[in-house]
T-cell receptor, first 113, second 115 residues
Framework: QKEVEQNSGPLSVPEGAIASLNCTYS??????FFWYRQYSGKSPELIMF????GDKEDGRFTAQLNKASQYVSLLIRDSQPSDSATYLC?????????????FGGGTRLMVKP | NAGVMQNPRHLVRRRGQEARLRCSPM?????VYWYRQLPEEGLKFMVY????????ESGMPKERFSAEFPKEGPSILRIQQVVRGDSAAYFC?????????????FGSGTRLTVV
């Protein structure tokens, strides 16, 4: 069983719509949650992080965390073609090696003009 | 404030040669992580290092691959006797201590092509 699960997509939304990206995780002890955006041929870029249950808003982006249900989501309002990318969910995991991030496989988002 | 620096950006090697990929972490970051990404695939964890220590190498192939992060200088990912299947993008990331709490910063990557 994968520790961090994402639907690989592609998720296709029209320009101006809300894109909803979801992620589930298996480690109930996880405390820190991150969303990265990766454009094709580029490196991942951190766009949001969330530590507490509830919503966290930053511009057009909202991260939502529900620790009881072990899921974290990213909403993108007023989606633009420039938002087309792969979105990676990352969750911290404490193991024998210390405190590391575990990445999901990513969801590919396509915003159609 | 320079970010994570990786070089070279592109590397072409013939089968059987050695590839050396370098990564200088962000200033103030003491933890380095290496990932491999094949085209249209996700990030695959390879190794986690601190200065002079390998913390977790559970994602490293058993043969031909090695990594180090010396007291002075960049972290090095070394691939000996490269094969075509090693062609991929290799990303380095760095973090301060407790990286899982603060997230990682990624470098621009090294695109390795084996011909």
């Amino acid at each position: 069983q994968k520790e961090v699960e994402q639907n690989s997509g592609p998720l296709s939304v029209p320009e101006g719509a809300i894109a909803s990206l979801n992620c589930t995780y298996s480690d109930r002890g996880s405390q820190s949650f991150f969303w990265y955006r990766q454009y094709s041929g580029k490196s991942p870029e951190l766009i949001m992080f969330i530590y507490s249950n509830g919503d966290k808003e930053d511009g057009r982006f909202t991260a939502q965390l529900n620790k009881a249900s072990q899921y974290v989501s990213l909403l993108i309002r007023d989606s633009q073609p420039s938002d087309s990318a792969t979105y990676l969910c990352a969750v911290n995991a404490r193991n024998n090696a210390g405190n590391m991030l575990t990445f999901g496989g990513g969801t590919r988002l396509m915003v159609k003009p | 404030n320079a970010g994570v620096m990786q070089n070279p950006r592109h590397l072409v090697r013939r089968r059987g040669q050695e590839a050396r990929l370098r990564c200088s972490p962000m200033k103030g970051h003491s933890h380095v992580y290496w990932y491999r990404q094949l085209p249209e695939e996700g990030l695959k964890f390879m190794v986690y290092l601190q200065k002079e220590n390998i913390i977790d190498e559970s994602g490293m192939p058993k043969e031909r691959f090695s990594a180090e992060f010396p007291k002075e200088g960049p972290s090095i990912l070394r691939i000996q006797q490269v094969v075509r299947g090693d062609s991929a993008a290799y990303f380095c990331a760095s973090s301060p201590a407790g990286g899982g709490d603060y997230g990682y910063t990624f470098g621009s990557g090294t695109r390795l092509t084996v011909v």
